[in-house]
């Protein structure tokens, strides 16, 4: 389904105020493969996922998908991202149903009312469809986003933390979600503090701290493990 997904940096940097975050980042990720992005607090997690998205422009290098290079903001790229934050980004006023409609709305081809009925059961959120968002507990907000995903249809996913507040049940559904992701041709990246659910041989990790040099002074390459 997604079989010419692959997503290349090269030679990326950042940084935030005078401090470098991390410089001369080089990666692949094709189709059916995941990688892990482990780190400090502030080490530039966070910014990565955002630049492989689009929304924050590198320091330098670049971001290739499918071969082409991207623009920060290139309409190509937006369309080929489900980006999940480390919030769950709810606006509190709509319902948990309202909430996923306006969310899977987004995407070209959008959803039914069937459709997201089935994602908010299998995610546990049946009876709460109708409740809304600032009702949730910081569990169930985070399930909302398993919904998200387990709706879309973009091929790139882009995780933040995403076994943030979920309890065994819930990254159960992960672990599927992910497998599932994979087995048609996706491909993640997703930084978290804790092990990914992956299958067996489909995941790597990256670790933006492997080259912390004196005073938090970050250079040199990046190593994949």
């Known amino acids: 389904m997604f079989a010419a997904a692959a997503l290349e940096a090269r030679s990326l940097a950042a940084s935030r105020g005078f401090a470098m975050l991390f410089r001369d980042l080089d990666f692949r990720v094709g189709a059916g493969d ?84 089935h994602a908010l059961a299998d995610a546990g959120l049946a009876r709460c469809a109708q409740l809304p968002g600032r009702a949730l507990s910081q569990g169930q907000r985070r399930r909302i986003g398993l919904a998200r995903l387990a709706l879309s249809r973009r091929p790139l996913w882009l995780l933040d933390e995403p076994l943030t507040a979920l309890d065994a049940e819930a990254t159960g559904l992960l672990a599927r979600l992910v497998a599932r992701h994979l087995d048609c041709g996706g491909c993640i990246v997703a930084a978290s503090h804790l092990p990914l659910p992956l299958p067996p041989g489909r995941g790597r990790e990256l670790d933006l701290a492997a080259s912390r040099g004196p005073a938090g002074a970050r250079a040199g390459s990046m190593r994949i493990g």
Do not use: C, Q, Y
Request: overall charge positive; charged content about 25%.
């Open 34 to 117: 995941a990688l892990t992005v482990r780190g400090p607090n502030g080490g530039g997690k966070t910014t990565l996922l955002r630049i492989l998205a689009g929304l924050t422009e590198p320091a330098a290098g670049e971001v290739r998908w499918r071969g082409e290079r991207m623009r920060t903001g290139d309409a190509r790229l937006r369309a080929a991202v489900a980006f999940n934050g480390h919030l769950a980004g709810l606006k509190d006023e709509l319902t948990v149903e309202e909430n996923l409609a306006f969310w899977v709305a987004l995407d070209a081809e959008g959803t039914g009312a069937n459709a997201r009925s």
